[in-house]
């Protein structure tokens, strides 16, 4: 795994007034990922790939390049996704792990299934952000082409995909579509 030794710089930074993310926490999660990806028994507390796309740094001045960041944690999750493929390949075999993706899948599907502009729940409250529909819909139809037809799609399309911002019940509600977002994201991290 090629993450930075500690007392390394492993990443450009932003200009001293620019807001980059904080390099303590960035420096400490890799650190900790390097020892959970080079520990030979890996205990409770280890690091996943699920850990990996949902892990936050706080804005500091002068601090990391976030594209560059979010680029290496791209890296790291797809590492962590295949060792934990592996492992339960080791582990159960490959038929468990082709059922816990089709399993996947399965849920997947169902959701991508609905009618356009009904794939996700609206915003209840007046005003607030949504996403616009007909772009999230895009995505989904682009989704339901890659898991029934083998349409070839990246999955850093859908971690880099963005939306146009809706106001209430005119879009679909953020949480919500983050959230499939991120199964999606793990599904295709495991297959890959």
């Known amino acids: 795994m090629d993450l930075a030794r500690?007392?390394?710089?492993?990443?450009?930074?932003?200009?001293?007034?620019e807001l980059g993310y904080n390099t303590r926490q960035v420096d400490r999660f890799l650190t900790r990922a390097r020892g959970s990806y080079d520990a030979e028994d890996?205990?409770?507390?280890a690091i996943t790939s699920s850990d990996v796309r949902a892990m936050a740094f706080d804005p500091a001045r002068g601090g990391y390049e976030p594209q560059t960041v979010d680029a290496a944690?791209?890296?790291?999750?797809?590492?962590?996704?295949?060792?934990?493929?592996?492992?339960?390949?080791?582990?159960?075999?490959e038929d468990a792990w082709l059922r816990k993706i089709g399993r996947?899948?399965?849920?997947?599907?169902?959701?991508?299934?609905?009618?356009?502009?009904?794939?996700?729940?609206?915003?209840?409250?007046?005003?607030s952000p949504s996403y616009n529909i007909e772009d999230v819909d895009r995505?989904?139809?682009e989704l339901l082409e890659y898991?029934?037809?083998?349409?070839?799609?990246?999955?850093?399309?859908?971690?880099?995909?963005?939306?146009?911002?809706?106001?209430?019940a005119d879009g679909y509600e953020e949480n919500q579509v983050d959230a499939f977002l991120d199964r999606v994201i793990e599904l295709m991290a495991g297959i890959d």
């Open 6 to 17: 500690p007392g390394s710089t492993p990443f450009a930074r932003v200009g001293r007034r």
């Open 73 to 93: 944690l791209d890296r790291l999750e797809d590492v962590f996704a295949q060792r934990e493929r592996e492992h339960l390949i080791r582990t159960e075999g």
């Open 147 to 168: 898991l029934e037809n083998h349409a070839p799609m990246s999955v850093d399309v859908v971690r880099r995909a963005v939306f146009r911002e809706a106001r209430g």
């Open 139 to 141: 995505l989904c139809d």
């Open 104 to 127: 996947a899948a399965a849920v997947l599907r169902r959701r991508l299934h609905r009618p356009a502009g009904e794939r996700f729940r609206r915003p209840t409250k007046q005003g």
């Open 42 to 45: 890996p205990d409770t507390d």
